[in-house]
């Protein structure tokens, strides 16, 4: 060990003998890499003690990562995150005025900011809140703006190299001229395999930085008397109390504040509640062009995050429409006879500017080859209008869906979805499945969830995107464990059909109380449509008014009847089970349970999100990898074919099988969505 | 609660207000169930409390069961087995002389004996022992020969019924007539369902029980003064220190009373120790008929126990044989041409008696057609000379596997099979698959074995049917849990794999000082058939000899090469890895794994053995059971068609896959076998 010499310190360090810095970053702008890279490099290459915790949160991307860098030359003891800082470093504008990330400063640390704002302008320009944090605490503050750098030096997004060196010029952990050497070599190790012109960006953007990184002059500034202002809340004011006053202490980062007594008892948390969270993360978002559109509808299906939605409407519903709201008259015949108006729109602040909406739109401008019926463009100039024109979309009349032909997509992405926002990775190829089941039945759908992507961005913990309709509505969600979806599942589907066995047999039990015609129409319902369906619910609500009315003149047992039938009378609708997961479920970990379902030929649909590799975790190969294929972690190539799932489960016979792939042929994905689902499966047939 | 009035008390009951009552049964004699049925009629129709506890051992029957029955007016707190009885009934007479029956009795205590001698014989046909224990503890002496009553009643062998009625009248726990009233409303509720013949033969049962129960008058008769005599080892003095001395104590149920340090402190047993167990509970035993036998081995193929054995031999050998010693000229051509003699030679003493073997015979004789080559006999009469014609016959030098041809039945049966003597039923349809397993590849298998019948017959401590041939060598044999027993076998195959490659990549290091042509035979060698792999094994030995040789003189890094070798040489010996279970671990509860291990494409040898049924749990439908099929505890018909593993299997493409049944066609079962072992899987190709 000894005494190590630090010939560039900026302060600090000299005194404490150790470094605490904290950095904020955008789940996957490499923040999070870059750290641990900077970490092996002072464990390597100084005779120092280092340590580092990564905190982030289940969001597949797009959420906020916090790195705590230990380093010093006593043994660190510190088996917890760092609540005082001498160096923090936020990589991301937007992160100042949401997340409180001075809070852990200590008097006199360094503040290292990434902004668009010039050093002379960013004072102005940071919250009140922040500027009296800086003045209170005499941090010092530096700038960047490393999207620039890293634009100019041709690596895009990727500011994580830049904001790197600015890190080791202000820490002076090592000095200078070995760290940027470290970098330099450490980018060449890591980016060498992806070729030279990579290697050349990031060395390029490396000697760019120093020169960009400027000290910002705050002494002499006005300073607030009045006291530190709250945080803003992330929710806004017009969310249920729950939303904003306890997710949206979670979304703050707040979560270990709230009292026990503030969470659910038993584990049920509202649904629907990532439409409060307005992530605002897509650079870019689709505009739509309502001349060139031929109104097919392949965007709204297509798009994982349920941010591109259509309607057709009167016209007269426009009155109120915000000045910047497009429509056009709708294409498709029966709707074009009534004289309805279509919108195709964009909800500008959850859409994660994937762009998979501009691939797959089949339309072009024919004077202008390039332009199609959607296309992207910088979000901040369009956010406010969107903002508005979204909301006043959303109250636009829902269709209604006894009138929509589900066997077209045009039509049938009208359905309003129930799974929307979610945490999913930007262009996640799973969601849009998830997404029209729930248009199609979300209703009354309930879905066991293996492990994997899914019951992460399902169930992100404090948002859930499974919502429901504007009568309440929508999927009953859980997860269970990898290894037992499919049973858990098959539960769900025991546990109806037991209800709706015991709600038919005390119908039965008090049909002359009740009335035979109700109780025959209830029993009778073939259920098998949109329309059957939404009979059957009024004949419920008939059923439950009855039993109030008769309830209070009822004798002892019929009482007990009576109740027990209030309580089971919703199981006289159909519900639609789902059994959801990936391919490491389906093919691999859960396998034995889904072959124990698959045989029992119960009514329950199983849906495989087969990725052909376990995506959670980075990259394993499962039983569904194909032959050949490199994963990430199978460098050496899957030496087996890949299993095939649906040929084992049409040995048995009784089961309905398909492979379905949108983005190959949507109305094939669409028509087996349909036909599974009024699949009744071995018992019913 | 109260006072009860015992109106025909036999004396103990009404001092010790409580009846503690012992009894011993064979496995499947219907004692256990007789005396459950006792204690539900003492508990439901007197005031009085009853607890029973019902002890066996895991053996699929034949083996000694003890019902533990207490009754009386206070509360019983007795958390244990009945240590002090002042009841006892022995339901098998030979019991008498290997069990100690007496031990728990109290002084003045009943003894009841089921016994083929009449009362005025039995005293001088007991034993010693139980003579003195008798005299000691003034025990009350009652007999019936149960079977003959049971038999007279058309009910063959069951003597459950006869023995219940027994106890009934002397114990004395309910007024005679109520109790007999009671045992037969039992038995109409009970056999109804079989037919009034069977219901009628029981109340006959009852009816004439009381007439030949009769009590044994001892008084008077000459006392021993000698020590009371140890109880007889059930194994003989040739058998190995560890088999005498601790499995020996375990048959004569005194587990408990060994040490702990008599125990093998890894769990690994001897192999080869049901030789040591002779249980002799077969009535009636095959008996081998020369002239009219034509050779073909079905019966030794199909013997589920291994007691019917083949040899052919030369004449000189018979030199020595005992004068009842069966013996004949070979029929196949090539032996004949030796000369050679021929023999079938049953296991008196380890035969279960379950007469698959006459029923497998295909040779009849054509003056007396009932009279097949193999036909039954009462055992008692055949035993001792059986006895001696067996050791005998052990003897007789063993075939040269080298020279027989194991594609003809008949050729291929004189291999010395590895499995023998097992605990299962009498007639298992398992065990000679896995007997023909071990007569093919038992002296280089490796066995893991799913939970199941398998598993209980297989490892059925205190002793095991997995046995070594005269070199030592067997099957290695594990169970591990029922729903990783495929994996458990994959780690077999990747274990040995990897130390094959370690000796082979050893080989390759120390070729200069092992020699170039023994390392490169080593390394070449196909072993592809039995003379491969004698071969081998010739090589092998050269090598350790070899490695001995120069150990001595190498420094100390090459020393440790060759340790390594030495330690890892046997694994230059290809071996064979079979896994092993049941339709209820294949099919449902192991089939993620087993599924995964057919993915893998790894050289493994999967056997399910595919009884439709779980099996060792009584009879639940398992994913084979086929439509409409009834189970035990599946009552309601299976609803889903039997799965289809094998197709399920094929749809990998990288599995050999077969369906073998003895019965049908014993020469396909023997090639699919062969042919089974030899496919190398995926890896290998």
Same mark, same amino acid.
């Given at each position: 060990?000894?005494?190590?010499?630090?010939?560039?310190?900026?302060?600090?360090?000299?005194?404490?003998?150790?470094?605490?810095?904290?950095?904020?970053?955008?789940?996957?702008?490499?923040?999070?890499?870059?750290?641990?890279?900077?970490?092996?490099?002072?464990?390597?290459?100084?005779?120092?003690?280092?340590?580092?915790?990564?905190?982030?949160?289940?969001?597949?991307?797009?959420?906020?990562?916090?790195?705590?860098?230990?380093?010093?030359?006593?043994?660190?003891?510190?088996?917890?995150?760092?609540?005082?800082?001498?160096?923090?470093?936020?990589?991301?504008?937007?992160?100042?005025?949401?997340?409180?990330?001075?809070?852990?400063?200590?008097?006199?640390?360094?503040?290292?900011?990434?902004?668009?704002?010039?050093?002379?302008?960013?004072?102005?320009?940071?919250?009140?809140?922040?500027?009296? $944090?800086?003045?209170?605490?005499?941090?010092?503050?530096?700038?960047?703006?490393?999207?620039?750098?890293?634009?100019?030096?041709?690596?895009?997004?990727?500011?994580?190299?830049?904001?790197?060196?600015?890190?080791?010029?202000?820490?002076?952990?090592?000095?200078?001229?070995?760290?940027?050497?470290?970098?330099?070599?450490?980018?060449?190790?890591?980016?060498?395999?992806?070729?030279?012109?990579?290697?050349?960006?990031?060395?390029?953007?490396?000697?760019?930085?120093?020169?960009?990184?400027?000290?910002?002059?705050?002494?002499?500034?006005?300073?607030? %008397?009045?006291?530190?202002?709250?945080?803003?809340?992330?929710?806004?004011?017009?969310?249920?109390?729950?939303?904003?006053?306890?997710?949206?202490?979670?979304?703050?980062?707040?979560?270990?504040?709230?009292?026990?007594?503030?969470?659910?008892?038993?584990?049920?948390?509202?649904?629907?509640?990532?439409?409060?969270?307005?992530?605002?993360?897509?650079?870019?978002?689709?505009?739509?062009?309502?001349?060139?559109?031929?109104?097919?509808?392949?965007?709204?299906?297509?798009?994982?995050?349920?941010?591109?939605?259509?309607?057709?409407?009167?016209?007269? $519903?426009?009155?109120?429409?915000?000045?910047?709201?497009?429509?056009?008259?709708?294409?498709?015949?029966?709707?074009?006879?009534?004289?309805?108006?279509?919108?195709?729109?964009?909800?500008?602040?959850?859409?994660?500017?994937?762009?998979?909406?501009?691939?797959?739109?089949?339309?072009?401008?024919?004077?202008?080859?390039?332009?199609?019926?959607?296309?992207?463009?910088? $979000?901040?100039?369009?956010?406010?209008?969107?903002?508005?024109?979204?909301?006043?979309?959303?109250?636009?009349?829902?269709?209604?869906?006894?009138?929509?032909?589900?066997?077209?997509?045009?039509?049938? $992405?009208?359905?309003?979805?129930?799974?929307?926002?979610?945490?999913?990775?930007?262009?996640?190829?799973? %969601?849009?499945?998830?997404?029209?089941?729930?248009?199609?039945?979300?209703?009354?759908?309930?879905?066991?969830?293996?492990?994997?992507?899914?019951?992460?961005?399902?169930?992100?913990?404090?948002?859930?995107?499974?919502?429901?309709?504007?009568?309440?509505?929508?999927?009953?969600?859980?997860?269970?464990?990898?290894?037992?979806?499919?049973?858990?599942?098959?539960?769900?589907?025991?546990?109806?059909?037991?209800?709706?066995?015991?709600?038919?047999?005390?119908?039965?039990?008090?049909?002359?109380?009740?009335?035979?015609?109700?109780?025959?129409?209830?029993?009778?319902?073939?259920?098998?449509?949109?329309?059957?369906?939404?009979?059957?619910?009024?004949?419920?609500?008939?059923?439950?008014?009855?039993?109030?009315?008769?309830?209070?003149?009822?004798?002892?047992?019929?009482?007990?009847?009576?109740?027990?039938?209030?309580?089971?009378?919703?199981?006289?609708?159909?519900?639609?089970?789902?059994?959801?997961?990936?391919?490491?479920?389906?093919?691999?970990?859960?396998?034995?349970?889904?072959?124990?379902?698959?045989?029992?030929?119960?009514?329950?649909?199983?849906?495989?999100?087969?990725?052909?590799?376990?995506?959670?975790?980075?990259?394993?190969?499962?039983?569904?990898?194909?032959?050949?294929?490199?994963?990430?972690?199978?460098?050496?190539?899957?030496?087996?074919?890949?299993?095939?799932?649906?040929?084992?489960?049409?040995?048995?016979?009784?089961?309905?099988?398909?492979?379905?792939?949108?983005?190959?042929?949507?109305?094939?994905?669409?028509?087996?969505?349909?036909?599974?689902?009024?699949?009744?499966?071995?018992?019913?047939?």
């Amino acid at each position: 060990m000894g005494c190590y010499y630090y010939p560039s310190l900026t302060g600090i360090l000299f005194e404490r003998k150790s470094l605490r810095a904290l950095f904020y970053g955008l789940g996957s702008d490499g923040t999070v890499g870059a750290n641990k890279n900077s970490i092996k490099i002072l464990g390597e290459e100084t005779d120092n003690y280092v340590q580092a915790y990564f905190v982030y949160d289940s969001k597949k991307s797009g959420s906020v990562t916090t790195s705590h860098l230990r380093f010093g030359p006593e043994p660190i003891r510190s088996t917890y995150l760092i609540s005082s800082a001498n160096f923090i470093a936020c990589h991301q504008w937007e992160f100042i005025n949401r997340v409180d990330v001075l809070e852990a400063a200590v008097e006199g640390a360094t503040f290292l900011v990434n902004s668009i704002y010039k050093p002379k302008n960013l004072w102005d320009n940071l919250p009140k809140r922040v500027q009296k $944090q800086i003045q209170e605490k005499q941090l010092k503050v530096y700038t960047i703006d490393a999207n620039e750098v890293a634009d100019k030096a041709g690596m895009g997004k990727r500011i994580n190299t830049v904001m790197q060196v600015c890190f080791f010029a202000l820490a002076g952990v090592l000095p200078r001229e070995d760290a940027i050497a470290e970098i330099k070599k450490s980018i060449r190790k890591t980016y060498s395999k992806k070729g030279e012109t990579i290697v050349a960006m990031n060395i390029q953007a490396v000697d760019k930085t120093l020169e960009n990184l400027f000290q910002v002059e705050w002494q002499g500034k006005p300073t607030d %008397t009045e006291a530190l202002p709250e945080l803003p809340s992330p929710v806004s004011e017009s969310a249920p109390a729950f939303v904003h006053d306890v997710l949206g202490k979670m979304m703050m980062r707040q979560g270990d504040l709230l009292p026990v007594s503030a969470l659910p008892c038993d584990g049920t948390y509202p649904s629907g509640t990532t439409r409060w969270e307005k992530r605002n993360i897509a650079a870019e978002i689709p505009v739509w062009e309502p001349d060139v559109c031929v109104q097919c509808g392949k965007c709204v299906m297509v798009c994982p995050h349920a941010v591109i939605r259509a309607k057709v409407y009167e016209p007269e $519903q426009l009155t109120l429409a915000p000045g910047t709201f497009k429509h056009t008259g709708t294409r498709t015949q029966e709707w074009k006879a009534q004289g309805l108006e279509f919108t195709i729109q964009v909800a500008p602040e959850d859409c994660t500017g994937c762009k998979i909406c501009v691939d797959v739109c089949p339309a072009k401008d024919k004077s202008s080859p390039n332009r199609k019926a959607i296309n992207m463009a910088p $979000q901040p100039p369009l956010r406010e209008a969107e903002r508005d024109n979204w909301e006043f979309f959303l109250n636009l009349p829902e269709p209604d869906r006894l009138h929509l032909d589900v066997h077209k997509i045009a039509h049938q $992405q009208m359905q309003t979805p129930l799974f929307e926002f979610s945490g999913a990775c930007g262009g996640c190829g799973e %969601t849009p499945y998830l997404k029209l089941a729930t248009q199609l039945f979300g209703d009354r759908m309930l879905v066991a969830n293996a492990t994997g992507c899914s019951s992460i961005y399902g169930g992100n913990l404090p948002t859930t995107p499974w919502t429901h309709n504007a009568e309440g509505r929508g999927p009953a969600w859980s997860n269970s464990l990898f290894e037992d979806n499919a049973e858990f599942g098959l539960g769900f589907r025991v546990a109806l059909d037991r209800h709706t066995r015991q709600a038919s047999e005390l119908l039965q039990a008090l049909r002359t109380e009740i009335g035979e015609e109700l109780v025959d129409a209830l029993l009778a319902s073939p259920q098998q449509d949109e329309a059957d369906i939404f009979e059957q619910r009024e004949r419920v609500e008939s059923l439950k008014h009855r039993l109030e009315d008769i309830l209070p003149l009822a004798d002892a047992e019929k009482r007990l009847q009576l109740v027990n039938l209030r309580s089971l009378a919703d199981y006289l609708v159909k519900k639609s089970v789902w059994i959801i997961g990936g391919d490491g479920w389906a093919y691999d970990i859960g396998y034995g349970g889904l072959d124990h379902v698959l045989a029992s030929g119960r009514n329950v649909n199983l849906l495989v999100l087969d990725t052909e590799v376990y995506s959670n975790t980075g990259g394993q190969m499962s039983k569904s990898t194909p032959k050949g294929a490199v994963a990430k972690f199978a460098e050496g190539g899957k030496v087996a074919t890949k299993k095939d799932l649906g040929l084992i489960a049409m040995t048995y016979g009784t089961a309905y099988v398909a492979s379905v792939a949108m983005g190959a042929r949507d109305e094939h994905t669409l028509r087996v969505f349909l036909e599974a689902e009024s699949y009744k499966g071995l018992a019913k047939k």
